[in-house]
Structure formats: structure tokens, C-alpha cells
């Protein structure tokens, strides 16, 4: 990565894990720390771009020089990162979403009662990385359309799998995560393989995540004109 080479780009960044409500004080959620999406962030912004970061739930300080837009659930950060398409150069969506929502949310604190508990019902959260992908195909041939990046964490057959991914979501790359083995969730280190839709891969062995954020931008301004 060269200084500053992503100066009057706009670089969007999703982190940390969104949450979806059951009642008033609980939610379903997940462990994601939002380390990575904020090395990302502080990244764009040491390479000089414009830097919006869609923030789900993370307890980490802002990164200086990023706006920061805080979002609770995949439909609010839906509807940031959607908002951000058309000014974006690339949306990197680094957040852990939930594939799910509580069918129900209620309005009032859900109280112990003395039979069985009511079960909870689920509904399909929208696939906004699948949304992105789409709408960037649809307006690739144009030449327009920012760099989609997506994350994926995969425990075995990562080549195959990965790959599987990266067509069905439509991204430009894919960042698939080396799960297991103390890595990823929570840690500072991160090993992955970078899939890109021309059929390169890019492997990038254990390291701080601050490093693996920077292979992700040089693959990504490698793709901006
Ligand atoms: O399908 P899977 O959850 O493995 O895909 C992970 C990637 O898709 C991540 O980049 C994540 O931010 C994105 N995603 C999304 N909306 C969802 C689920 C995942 O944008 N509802």
C-alpha cells in the first residue's frame, strides 16, 4: 500500500455485530468485536480517503478522522449502508449480521411466568452484502458502482466454499476468514484469504488485523479507476 493513494476516495466500512430485539432490554446477538472493521477504518483513513464507518454495538473508541454512524440491528444498518451507496468508492461489509430476527418484538419486558416459556419465532433479516452485490452487477457494464467486499468465515474447504460465496453475494472480494484455532472473534490477529471475482486469491498468513486491513485496500484500490 502506498501513502495516502486512497485521498478523495470514500471508503465505507461495516463492524462490530448487530443485535435484534426480543423486548425493551433484551436481544439476540453475537460475539464480533469489531476489531477488524475499525483496523479497516483506521487504515482507509491513514491511506488518506474519506472514511464512513456503520458501527453495530462495538465497544471500541472512534477512529480519529472517521464519521462514525451507529446502528443497532441488520435492518438499520441496511439502511445506512444502502444511503451510502451512491458516494461510496467501496463498502467493505466487515459486520457480523444476523442471518435472523425475533418475528416479535415486544413493547413491554417480557415477563417470567410460571408455565412453559413461549417459544421464539424467527424471520429472515435481509442479506445487504447480497443487496450490494446486486445492485454493483447491475451497474457494473456502466463502469459505475463501488468495490463490494464481504467477509466470510469458514472452518473447512475455505477455496470452495469461498468461492461459492463470492458468486452468490455478487462481491467484488471476499475476505474468507481462517475460523478456529484461536483466531478471528475478539483476537488482535486474523489469517485469511482474500477471493476476488477476476478468479485471483490472495492468502494472507497470521497477523495483526491492522495488516490484513491493508492487503484488503490494496486490493481494493487496485480496482478503483
Ligand atoms: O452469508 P454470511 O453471513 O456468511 O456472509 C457474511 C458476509 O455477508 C459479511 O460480509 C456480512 O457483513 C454480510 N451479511 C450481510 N447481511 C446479512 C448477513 C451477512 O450483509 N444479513
Known amino acids: 500500500?502506498?501513502?495516502?493513494?486512497?485521498?478523495?476516495?470514500?471508503?465505507?466500512?461495516?463492524?462490530?455485530?448487530?443485535?435484534?430485539?426480543?423486548?425493551?432490554?433484551?436481544?439476540?446477538?453475537?460475539?464480533?468485536?469489531?476489531?477488524?472493521?475499525?483496523?479497516?477504518?483506521?487504515?482507509?483513513?491513514?491511506?488518506?480517503?474519506?472514511?464512513?464507518?456503520?458501527?453495530?454495538?462495538?465497544?471500541?473508541?472512534?477512529?480519529?478522522?472517521?464519521?462514525?454512524?451507529?446502528?443497532?440491528?441488520?435492518?438499520?444498518?441496511?439502511?445506512?449502508?444502502?444511503?451510502?451507496?451512491?458516494?461510496?468508492?467501496?463498502?467493505?461489509?466487515?459486520?457480523?449480521?444476523?442471518?435472523?430476527?425475533?418475528?416479535?418484538?415486544s413493547d413491554s419486558k417480557i415477563k417470567k411466568t410460571s408455565g412453559e416459556p413461549d417459544p421464539i419465532f424467527l424471520t429472515k433479516n435481509p442479506d445487504i452484502l447480497a443487496e450490494l452485490g446486486a445492485r454493483r452487477r447491475a451497474e457494473a457494464h456502466e463502469g459505475f458502482g463501488p468495490v463490494i467486499v464481504g467477509f466470510a468465515a469458514e472452518t473447512h474447504d475455505i477455496l470452495a466454499n469461498g468461492k461459492a460465496k463470492l458468486e452468490r453475494k455478487g462481491c467484488d472480494l471476499l475476505v474468507v476468514n481462517e475460523v478456529g484455532e484461536n483466531l478471528a472473534f475478539g483476537t488482535p490477529d486474523n489469517a485469511a484469504v482474500i477471493l476476488s471475482s477476476d478468479g485471483t486469491s490472495t492468502e494472507v498468513h497470521r497477523g495483526p488485523k491492522e495488516a490484513l486491513a491493508h492487503v484488503v485496500l490494496d486490493l481494493v484500490g487496485a480496482r478503483l479507476v
Open 1 to 105: 500500500g502506498h501513502p495516502l493513494d486512497l485521498t478523495g476516495r470514500h471508503i465505507v466500512v461495516s463492524a462490530g455485530g448487530t443485535r435484534e430485539a426480543l423486548d425493551p432490554v433484551r436481544f439476540l446477538g453475537n460475539r464480533s468485536s469489531g476489531l477488524q472493521g475499525y483496523a479497516l477504518a483506521r487504515a482507509a483513513v491513514a491511506r488518506g480517503a474519506k472514511v464512513t464507518l456503520v458501527s453495530a454495538n462495538v465497544a471500541l473508541d472512534d477512529p480519529a478522522g472517521a464519521s462514525v454512524v451507529r446502528v443497532e440491528s441488520a435492518r438499520d444498518m441496511r439502511e445506512a449502508v444502502l444511503g451510502l451507496y451512491g458516494v461510496a468508492d467501496a463498502i467493505v461489509m466487515a459486520a457480523a449480521v444476523a442471518d435472523f430476527r425475533p418475528s416479535a418484538r
